[in-house]
């Protein structure tokens, strides 16, 4: 079993910053993506950011250039450093592993977090 756990969110101002991060943990053999997903009250989960194990990565236009996705493939570990941060960033975010294997077996699973808060107060 696989077990995704995040960490970092809170309350911050308008224009703070914040770091999440999320530790994949249990028999793992493989990851191909990691990557943070955030749903706002009255709205669909959205992607945010995610990162491959080959290091490409991909953002929402709505944080391009505030958000940095970063990942540790050694540690099964992806963070979120969140700057200039507004409002609407205001959700909870979730930590999601995609096509994760975890055997010699070509079987592969996706995995989500708990999901941790983020509030950014105006």
């Known amino acids: 079993q696989v077990q995704l756990v995040e960490s970092g969110g809170g309350l911050v101002q308008a224009g703070g910053s914040l770091r999440l991060s999320c530790v994949a943990s249990g028999t793992i053999f493989s990851i191909n993506a990691m990557g943070w997903y955030r749903q706002a009250p009255g709205k669909q989960r959205e992607l945010v950011a995610s990162a491959t194990s080959g290091g490409t990565t991909q953002y929402a236009d709505s944080v391009k250039g505030r958000f940095t996705i970063s990942r540790d493939n050694a540690k099964n570990t992806v963070y979120l450093q969140m700057n200039s941060l507004k409002p609407e960033d205001t959700a909870v975010y979730y930590c999601?592993?995609?096509?994760?294997?975890?055997?010699?077996?070509?079987?592969?699973?996706?995995?989500w977090g708990q999901g941790t808060q983020v509030t950014v107060s105006s």
């Open positions: 999601n592993a995609d096509r994760v294997r975890t055997s010699q077996f070509p079987i592969f699973r996706e995995y």
